[in-house]
């Protein structure tokens, strides 16, 4: 057998690309559909506008190492990729460019907007799926799907009209969150709140009939135009006769009634609080009871609209405010002024304020839904990893509003909703009508708006499949398995989904949901475009490659915790890869003139039997990980048992018996190392899928791709507690005599006599016996004597002990004591000073409440480091004492 060259340096660049086209030629990534249990994941779409991001690196990491995982322990995977049309998103961005050539949405119309949308949306697709590739995703792009497709249009209509026909879709008009910037109505969760310094007025309301009048605070006075009561407490003795009686609206010079309702509480301000039901969530509740008018005070573009005296009529609201303000004051109506931090809600896409707004909208009754998706949770039927999230899935169940599903855009699915412009009657359809079911006329007009992108993602882990078709993907892979999402969108999107499910096809669309956590800088911040501490995966994967991306996310991807990282994080997976590499390639450079044998299991020695104990470990340990959703812990067992105990210790026992051996044990050595070595790449694939495939495709004891395998699973027959026993304290033995040489600053290269005595019990004895020239190699020893008598001279020579046994040292020849001692007491002393030095300053309170955080945490570091000095240098001054 001739040796095999690997390139002498890691470089995946050369291979990472190939490889993924041999996967996607070989139709690796599509289910086999051969009788095996099927296993699926669709994937959260990413929105088409814009590139990926390191949250949707973890995101698909994760689930790619599940799918091979899956694929590879005989499961029919399927991993099902896609796009969102993301419909104020994207209409944001195509606006953005259209206002960078001069042009607008309403130049263009309706239909040429649209047509330019597509194009930024082919675009962004080709990106987005071109960097999944890039970083491995091992998903069926043959069943690719889009928000937007034919496919999923027919599952948005068919769900809003059944919905409809059931009742539970109404349209009215009702107050919203309105973005006058995106032009269009937002649900409840798509609003997010920020605390904003303001003021809060107080402003005279003159009795109608009669000197004096009433104080009432606003934090809006350009909306007080929309006011058509004041209220007060019914129980509130100092209003009770004002109750009935009328102000008037400063401004305006219109009386409004004073009214009475149990909203007001009475200990708050004065006790009265202006109604303006157009523009405030609590003031439109109040305005139903009493039957108030609606005032709507601005137009669509935020501006104040004709229900405003003349002088405020088009002013934006900033504008209008400070017109307000001024003109309050000037007729004698302000009495007061006070700096005043509120939440203010805010768009979640344009960061616009949101203005409460009076509109005609469609909505989808929730109640019903959300007790369903609340009992499946009870129930069992749907498991939070971590568990914590169930808190965040049932408050916002269990507090659940009625869904606004329309907006004022073009770019999304179109209302399926049609007016007859002869009789005016509504038709609401799965198909486009021809003429009115009323009247039968042709004149008719489809709904302007268009339905929130969430009503289309709603649907994605059945309406990908084929619903509300009865497809074969539908029968066999539907329910889908695991989610894995981030906990930004468990309210807009995951609870949404299982309440489509149970509503459509009753039952929950999947049974476990992995919540990610942020990616965020190494200062704890979220990434974005405005702090510039984002980073590209694509960057990541040209600078280290894809393997060292995806083995870094999943080493940090603890449950339940975000993720700190920056660039250089990436060298943890990168410096693994580069360590599988490089053991690799000298183990296959030893090949030359050997021949190829199979692995006699009966000839397996005592370290041979301990290395398929400890990747049978690994094994179990992955599978556990794995199902428990504990990705870090499946990491770091891929990572310990190739680093810790193949290489730091089975590669040099190869290396040993490769040079010492006869040619029958060397060609076995050799049958054993290429089988262990071909299971771990089996073992690892998921996890570093490019630098596994290429190594397994080059050794010469496999066949086919390794994506195609079977993954490791734990194995009875593998199970070598004994020899394991055995190892264990041959380690020990050899750990304790390098600390000795380490901490006596003994060089590596100094060959040192060492007795090695067992207690009564141990056996490992033996093992040292049979293989003293092994353990001699591994401690540079000497000499190697086995004093099972307890009868060995051991003068000049330091003790080291461990479970089942002592072992000496010889020392004395090796180094000059005295001089060490005297090197190590200057060390001590000089180290005194900085802990004393340190500790002062700690004890010093001026220096504790002057200096910044991180000074004072810098000096802690400093006094823990001096003290473990102190403790390691008398301990070795101990060692060096008995020397004398």
């Not at 095996?36 to 689930?63: D, E, F, W």
């Not at 798509?190 to 009795?207: I, K, W």
């Not at 299991?601 to 041979?608: A, C, E, F, K, P």
Request: charged letters at 25%; aromatic letters at 10%; a negative charge.
């Amino acid at each position: 057998m001739k040796s095999i060259e690997l390139e002498k340096s890691y470089n995946p660049a050369e291979f990472e690309e190939k490889l993924y086209d041999a996967w996607k030629k070989g139709n690796c990534f599509a289910p086999s559909a051969e009788g095996k249990s099927p296993y699926t994941i669709v994937m959260p779409p990413p929105n088409v506008t814009g590139i990926l991001h390191m949250g949707h690196a973890l995101n698909n990491t994760l689930q790619d190492i599940l799918i091979r995982y899956k694929r590879m322990s005989g499961y029919d995977t399927l991993w099902l990729p896609g796009t969102d049309h993301a419909g104020i998103a994207t209409q944001h961005v195509v606006e953005k460019e259209l206002r960078a050539r001069g042009e607008s949405r309403t130049q263009l119309g309706r239909e040429k907007f649209l047509e330019e949308t597509w194009k930024v949306k082919d675009r962004h697709h080709t990106t987005i799926k071109r960097q999944l590739e890039k970083i491995g995703s091992s998903c069926d792009w043959d069943r690719e799907r889009f928000t937007m497709d034919e496919g999923l249009s027919k599952a948005v209509r068919e769900s809003f009209v059944t919905l409809y026909e059931r009742n539970l879709i109404y349209k009215g008009k009702y107050l919203v969150n309105y973005c006058t910037s995106c032009g269009t109505a937002l649900a409840d969760d798509e609003v997010e709140y920020q605390t904003v310094g303001g003021a809060l007025y107080q402003v005279t309301y003159p009795f109608q009939d009669g000197d004096g009048g009433i104080t009432v605070a606003t934090t809006r006075p350009e909306t007080m135009f929309g006011d058509v009561a004041v209220a007060v407490h019914p129980d509130d003795e100092r209003y009770k006769d004002l109750i009935g009686t009328h102000v008037i609206l400063p401004l305006a010079d219109i009386p409004i009634p004073i009214i009475a309702d149990a909203y007001v509480d009475m200990e708050f301000g004065t006790g009265m609080v202006k109604i303006t039901p157009a523009h405030d969530p609590n003031d439109w509740a109040i305005g139903q009871r009493h039957n108030l008018e609606v005032k709507n005070v601005l137009n669509p573009d935020g501006t104040l609209n004709e229900v405003v005296p003349p002088a405020y009529r088009g002013l934006d609201v900033t504008t209008a405010r400070k017109k307000v303000v001024k003109d309050l004051q000037e007729a004698g109506y302000l009495i007061g002024r006070k700096d005043h931090s509120h939440d203010v809600g805010h768009c979640y896409r344009c960061s616009t304020v949101i203005e409460p707004y009076v509109s005609d909208q469609w909505f989808v009754s929730m109640k019903g839904m959300a007790d369903k998706a609340l009992k499946a949770w009870e129930d069992g039927k749907i498991h939070f990893y971590a568990q914590r999230w169930e808190n965040t899935y049932s408050h916002w169940l269990r507090n659940i509003k009625d869904w606004c599903i329309s907006r004022q855009l073009w770019w999304g699915h179109r209302i399926p909703v049609w007016y007859c412009e002869e009789c005016g009657h509504m038709m609401v359809e799965r198909e486009d009508p021809t003429h009115c079911s009323a009247c039968n006329s042709t004149r008719l007009h489809q709904e302007e708006d268009v339905l929130d992108t969430w009503f289309s993602s709603w649907l994605w882990p059945f309406s990908t499949l084929g619903w509300p078709d009865s497809s074969d993907d539908m029968k066999r892979f539907f329910k889908t398995n695991t989610l894995v999402t981030g906990y930004d969108i468990i309210f807009f999107w995951v609870s949404r989904m299982i309440m489509a499910s149970l509503e459509f096809l009753g039952e929950v669309p999947f049974n476990d949901i992995y919540i990610t956590g942020l990616v965020r800088d190494k200062s704890g911040r979220k990434m974005s475009k405005s702090l510039g501490n984002g980073i590209d995966p694509i960057d990541v994967v040209k600078e280290y490659g894809a393997d060292a991306m995806k083995f870094t996310l999943c080493y940090l991807a603890a449950q339940g915790q975000d993720i700190l990282i920056d660039f250089d994080s990436f060298k943890l997976g990168s410096r693994f890869a580069n360590k599988v590499w490089n053991a690799t390639r000298f183990l296959l450079m030893n090949l030359e003139g050997r021949e190829l044998v199979k692995p006699d299991v009966s000839r397996l020695s005592v370290i041979d039997a301990w290395m398929y104990h400890k990747v049978n470990q690994a094994s179990a340990g992955v599978e556990q990980a794995l199902s428990a959703y504990r990705f870090n812990e499946a990491a770091q067992y891929i990572y310990d048992v190739f680093w810790n105990d193949f290489c730091d210790w089975y590669v040099e026992v190869t290396k040993f018996n490769l040079s010492t051996r006869s040619e029958e044990q060397k060609d076995m050595t050799v049958a054993f190392m290429l089988d262990i070595l071909a299971t771990l790449m089996r073992l690892m694939h998921p996890f570093l899928s490019f630098i596994s495939e290429e190594i397994y495709q080059k050794l010469p004891n496999t066949e086919g791709m390794i994506i195609a395998s079977s993954y490791p699973k734990f194995d009875k027959g593998r199970v070598f507690d004994e020899e394991h026993a055995v190892v264990q304290s041959m380690q020990e033995f050899v750990r304790a005599v390098r600390a000795l040489r380490s901490e006596l600053v003994i060089p590596a290269e100094r060959k040192l006599a060492i007795i090695y005595r067992p207690d009564e019990n141990n056996t490992v004895w033996k093992f040292m016996e049979e293989n003293s020239d092994l353990v001699s190699s591994f401690l540079n020893a000497s000499t190697l004597t086995l004093d099972v008598e307890h009868t060995g001279d051991i003068t000049g020579s330091v003790p080291v002990s461990g479970a089942g046994f002592e072992a000496f040292v010889a020392v004395k020849d090796a180094i000059d004591v005295n001089t060490e001692i005297a090197r190590i007491t200057k060390e001590l002393e000089k180290n005194e000073k900085s802990l004393n030095s340190s500790t002062a300053k700690l004890n010093n309170e001026k220096f504790m409440q002057n200096a910044k955080v991180e000074a004072v945490e810098k000096e802690r570091q400093k006094l823990a480091e001096f003290t473990e000095k102190k403790e390691k240098g008398l301990k070795h001054l101990a060692l060096l004492e008995q020397l004398k």
